[in-house]
């Protein structure tokens, strides 16, 4: 390594962890203040490609194609937001209803039933053995007795906090509608205003930067509905072979939450197998353990070289990426992990030619 690569190395390094630092303290001190603005930004910014579309068919005098396009979006957006709300309440209040009976009527009798399996078992070995494992698996039937009787206290808590601050929430929102709304309309003025402020030098570099930020999120995105589509027909289909109803609702959910990696598809299916594994069905509870090590075991290969692909990044940058992004940052890691990776490399494009760089896709660290 000569003596410049050297000091790129470092610079990169430097760089790397100064963002990251910067990024924390953004997301631990700041972003409760500016998330309306971040939203209301990022959606003004999704929806332009959406409005430049209708552009083309739809010949409308100043600003009213941007207007008719977030406004559908957010009629569209409530519409969707009040199906499904609809339809969890009436599946929560009705699986609140149903678990008392279900747990005393079928789950503890089948736990008592194992406890004195174990308890015979484990005489032959020690009597103190058997009090001990006897003991804790009463507990452990007690405490879920417990928790289950007391479900609907939690839910009525939950459902008290979420309304005591309903007004903040409301704000929030009205904020961030408001201001999607206005950077809509005035997206152009907007960026003219920031360009004006610039020398003239620097306004190149920053319609590439603009443009190349644009572009990375959007790849970003559409690596994950990607990821979501893959997972969504990998569930389906083993549901259907497995012949549970619901196959599709369940295989969307699942499809959803296998981006968040704090819950992804285990925390669906292997609940759901263990339970299954209680009710002695043993068939679907072995089916839905190998359904979830088949999606994990391909979404952790297929997710590298995906966001990697779409960023132009190495997989073994993207999922180093990826894990620090997440220890860090939580959910929200995975996707501003990568954004870094690809930050600097366009600043090391920018030290040879960006334009030329960043064209031509260069690899980082190749």
Not at 118 to 129: F, Y
Not at 154 to 182: D, E, G, H, K
Not at 274 to 288: A, H, M, Q, T
Not at 350 to 366: F, Q, T
């Amino acid at each position: 390594m000569t003596e410049s690569e050297k000091k790129k190395f470092i610079l990169d390094v430097a760089f790397i962890v100064t963002v990251y630092a910067v990024l924390y303290f953004i997301f631990v001190y700041v972003i409760h203040w500016v998330m309306p603005f971040i939203v209301g930004f990022l959606i003004a910014l999704a929806l332009r490609p959406v409005t430049r579309f209708v552009n083309r068919f739809v010949k409308s005098i100043g600003k009213g194609v941007a207007l008719f396009v977030i406004t559908m979006f957010y009629v569209v957006l409530a519409i969707i937001i009040w199906f499904l709300t609809s339809f969890f309440i009436t599946q929560i209040s009705g699986l609140i209803h149903t678990m008392p009976r279900l747990y005393f009527n079928r789950i503890e009798p089948v736990l008592l039933e194992f406890n004195d399996w174990v308890v015979q078992n484990a005489e032959t070995l020690s009597p103190n053995v058997a009090s001990t494992i006897s003991q804790i698996i009463t507990n452990g039937i007690n405490y879920l007795a417990d928790f289950i009787k007391n479900i609907s206290i939690s839910f009525v808590q939950l459902a008290t906090r979420l309304i005591s601050n309903f007004p903040l929430y409301l704000i929030s929102v009205i904020f961030t509608i408001v201001l999607s709304v206005f950077i809509s309309l005035e997206y152009d003025n907007i960026t003219a205003f920031f360009r004006r402020q610039m020398p003239e030098k620097f306004k190149d570099t920053f319609e590439e930067a603009r443009k190349f930020i644009t572009g990375t999120l959007w790849k970003m995105i559409k690596s994950y509905i990607l990821i979501m589509i893959i997972t969504f027909i990998e569930t389906f289909t083993g549901l259907s072979i497995l012949k549970v109803n619901y196959a599709l609702p369940i295989a969307a959910i699942i499809a959803v939450l296998d981006v968040m990696p704090v819950l992804g598809t285990g925390g669906v299916l292997i609940p759901w197998a263990i339970f299954e594994f209680i009710l002695k069905n043993y068939f679907l509870g072995f089916g839905l353990l190998a359904l979830y090590i088949a999606v994990t075991v391909i979404r952790h290969i297929i997710e590298p070289r995906i966001v990697g692909h779409q960023i132009g990044l190495h997989p073994i940058i993207t999922i180093t990426a990826m894990y620090a992004g997440l220890r860090l940052f939580s959910v929200a890691g995975v996707i501003l992990g990568p954004i870094v990776a690809i930050t600097v490399k366009y600043l090391n494009c920018l030290n040879d030619e960006i334009l030329h760089c960043v064209r031509n896709d260069a690899p980082l660290y190749s």
